[in-house]
């Protein structure tokens, strides 16, 4: 428990937390602002009343969840890469390890200290993109009389929770490939190199890479709506399923860094 | 191995790839002692500190630390054990302090005020609250210093802790080490600073090549390898190796490396250097200087076959 919440204050106390919720923040401003700006114009073109769907409530809450995560996911990867790449390239785990410490034990503290930061991230994330999303919609003269609509609502927390869930797993794989690259940076790159091809493979063989980590993430929350190619619609996998894929690619991530770590040599 | 030992090791082998680090390190380290562990670069130091503390794990061989076996399984002895390995690590973006509190929440539970009562005494007090971006290398090394001191451990592990202090940096450690030792605990300290070593340890242990080649007080090798050391011409090496070989006994001359001129290493009395000044001159060799005593470098530079250490201090000239 001492781990955890030491663990905890380091992250609070860390420029890249506050950096990245910030980014998070300023790219949902620019997003919806941008959005409620121009939607009017847009709505008049062939297909823009979808626009204006967008900053719609209560579809507004969703689509706002949405945009986190498909913005998050990658800088939850980076997050979770930066944090457990320092710890080996400063040589504070080695430091924690020369004092007695486990080291599976001293990984996971960690790791459950990145998910509450998360939590919190993606709350606050969330209702400032809520927030940025009414003011698109009166930017845009849209009503957002659809803000109290309880239903959806009542849905939020669960969405939420899965969205946070989502989060941490690809936090978890940015976290174990920096891991076994005992590296900050190389753990970054690593990891956007495999969210960018795996979102590059799905192009070619979304039946198969349904299942990978990026986009059963991607999958977790449901959205609305379905996708679709040429007429026919693309298989995503079912939001329930996903959840357990998502779980088996967080819990696996995190048996491979604690494996990893407990076999390594220190050095440096 | 003893139970009043405060460290021992035996067989301790390890390779790297087809780099042999250590190869039957036996070190025995007495409680309640500041204990000097010299070699040259890649002897091995680093290595077997690293061992110590869990960070790596041997081949063969076996540790005992405080008088229990140490090895994979046992890490709880190293709660008892304060280390400083390479280089002090640290989170940038936290303070001094917050370092500190963040390293105690590791390992043996740590009492808050410790925290403070540790940067009083390293004298990082006034900058607790600096981050540690903005420290200087002894500054870090200072904390580093205070880091391994957080569980207030019976055996201090220290790899090159004078690295990066300044003068006064280096007398402090030295005293506080010191001090440490005369209140039972034992201190291990790698260093390359030979005449520093000379000056802080009772017992030391030089490794070369993986290997222990000597280990004793302090006092009684310093009483007993005295050396003097005569630097001649190049073409006057042989005739007065012979000569110095006859005065000293075989096997008692080196050949030294490293100038340009040649020093030959004689294991001499160091009182009687006018005797082998004597000798050489009788025969016409003159020798342009001579040097004697009994510090650690001349020990060191016989031990390890003349592979040098980082800047040793000068011989006394005779």
């Known amino acids: ?268 | 191995m003893s139970s009043t030992l405060a460290l021992a090791t035996q067989g301790l082998a390890k390779r790297f790839g087809p780099q042999v680090a250590l190869d039957g390190l036996d070190l025995s380290v007495p409680s309640g002692v500041v204990y000097g562990f010299l070699g040259p670069n890649g002897a091995g130091k680093t290595t077997t500190m690293r061992i110590l503390t869990g960070l790596i794990h041997a081949d063969a061989g076996s540790v005992e630390l405080l008088g229990a076996p140490f090895g994979r399984g046992h890490r709880r002895r190293l709660f008892e054990v304060g280390s400083l390995i390479e280089a002090p690590s640290f989170y940038p973006f936290l303070t001094g302090r917050e370092n500190l509190r963040a390293l105690a929440a590791t390992g043996a539970p740590t009492p808050g005020r410790r925290v403070d009562e540790l940067l009083e005494i390293v004298g990082l007090t006034d900058r607790a609250r600096t981050k540690v971006s903005g420290y200087s290398l002894g500054m870090k090394q200072r904390l580093g210093i205070a880091a391994a001191l957080l569980s207030d451990p019976r055996l201090l592990l220290l790899d090159e802790p004078a690295n990066g202090l300044d003068p006064a940096g280096i007398v402090g450690m030295r005293d506080t080490l010191r001090a440490l030792a005369a209140s039972g605990k034992t201190v291990f300290v790698s260093s390359h600073i030979l005449g520093e070593v000379q000056q802080m340890a009772d017992v030391i242990g030089i490794v070369a090549r993986g290997r222990l080649v000597r280990e004793g007080s302090i006092a009684t090798l310093l009483g007993t390898e005295g050396a003097v050391r005569v630097r001649v011409e190049p073409d006057q090496v042989v005739a007065a190796t012979g000569l110095l070989e006859r005065l000293a006994g075989e096997g008692s001359v080196t050949r030294l490396p490293g100038e340009e001129m040649a020093w030959i290493g004689v294991r001499h009395d160091p009182n009687r250097a006018a005797e082998v000044n004597r000798v050489l001159a009788e025969a016409g060799i003159y020798a342009s200087r001579i040097e004697a005593g009994s510090d650690l470098e001349s020990i060191f530079l016989e031990l390890t076959a003349g592979e040098p250490a980082v800047s040793p201090p000068p011989m006394t000239p005779a």
């Open chain 1, 1 to 268: 428990m001492r781990i955890f919440v030491a663990s905890l204050r380091k992250l609070v106390r860390r420029p890249a937390s506050w950096v990245t919720l910030l980014l998070t923040v300023v790219l949902l401003a620019l997003v919806f602002l941008a959005l409620g700006a121009t939607a009017r114009q847009l709505a008049d073109e062939p297909g823009g009343e979808d626009v204006l769907l967008l900053l719609t409530f209560p579809d507004a809450y969703t689509n706002v969840l949405g945009f986190i995560l498909g913005l998050g996911g990658l800088l939850a990867v980076i997050y979770g890469a930066a944090v457990a790449g320092s710890e080996w390239t400063w040589g504070t785990l080695k430091a924690a390890v020369a004092r007695g410490e486990g080291r599976t034990w001293y990984l996971l503290m960690t790791f459950a200290a990145i998910l509450v930061l998360l939590a919190a991230g993606l709350l606050l994330a969330y209702v400032a993109g809520v927030a940025l999303a009414a003011i698109g919609a009166l930017l845009a003269g849209v009503s957002t009389s659809g803000m109290g609509e309880l239903d959806t609502l009542r849905r939020l927390p669960e969405q939420l929770a899965r969205g946070w869930l989502a989060l941490g797993e690809q936090a978890a794989l940015g976290f174990a490939v920096a891991t076994i690259a005992r590296s900050q940076l190389a753990g970054v790159g690593v990891g956007i190199g495999a969210y960018f091809a795996e979102s590059f493979a799905s192009i070619f063989r979304l039946d198969i890479v349904q299942y990978l980590p990026f986009n059963a993430a991607g999958a977790v929350v449901p959205v609305g709506g379905s996708a679709s190619a040429g007429g026919q619609p693309l298989p995503i996998l079912d939001p329930n399923t996903a959840v357990v894929v998502v779980l088996v690619y967080l819990v696996a991530a995190l048996v491979v860094a604690g494996l990893f770590t407990e076999r390594a040599e220190i050095g440096g």
